[in-house]
Every structure is written in C-alpha cells, then in structure tokens.
C-alpha cells in the first residue's frame, strides 16, 4: 500500500509563500503522474498542479506564474511552492499519484488559510 504524506500548510497572509511537501512512501517513478490538488469549502476538488515521470509539469490557470511543482527523486518527495498567495488560494491541498495500471493514492491532505 502506499502512503503520502504532505505537510507545510498552514495560515499565511495575503502575497505570503508556502511550500507543500508530499513524501512517498516509494520511488516517484513508480507513478505515472504525481499531483496536487484543493477543494475549498463548498466547491468540487480542482487539479491545481501535476508533473508526469519523463517532468513534464502542468498547470490551473489560477495559479500559473505564482505556483511551482518540483520533485526529488533521492527522497521520495514532491513539492508545491506557492507564492503571492490569495484568499481565494485557501483550501485543503491533496497530493495524489496515479501508478501505471491506474491505481489512485491520495494523502490525507493539509490546509492552507490565506487571510489578514
């Protein structure tokens, strides 16, 4: 079974940073695609960032130029650096992976609060 496990959230002012961190409990090459996502109070949960294998990386519109998705390979773990963040940025953020034969693992997710 695997488990991912994503800490760094918290509460930031407007324009504020935050990196996200999502630590596998295998190699990242073992999934197809690792990524991020949120779900704010009362809405659907949304694809906010993704990175394939070979690296590539996409993007919501909402957060292209202020977000950045990164990985290490040598620990396991992939990142979200968040910058200029804004109100409508609060929600619990969720890593996922999708393994080759298109099995879904989620983390239990953090919340990120971005209010003055």
């Known amino acids: 079974q695997v488990q991912l496990v994503e800490s760094g959230g918290g509460l930031v002012q407007p324009g504020g940073s935050l990196r996200l961190s999502c630590a596998a409990s295998?190699?990242?090459?073992?999934?197809?695609?690792m990524g991020w996502y949120r779900q704010a109070p009362e809405k659907e949960r949304e694809l906010v960032a993704a990175i394939t294998t070979g690296g590539t990386m996409n993007y919501v519109g909402s957060v292209k130029g202020r977000f950045t998705i990164s990985r290490d390979i040598t620990k396991n773990t992939v990142y979200l650096q968040m910058n200029n963040l804004k109100p409508e940025d609060t929600a619990v953020y969720y890593c996922?992976?999708?393994?080759?034969?298109?099995?879904?693992?989620w983390g239990q997710g953090t919340l990120v609060t971005v209010s003055s």
């Open positions: 996922s992976a999708n393994g080759f034969r298109g099995s879904e693992f």
């Open positions: 295998r190699s990242l090459f073992s999934f197809n695609v």
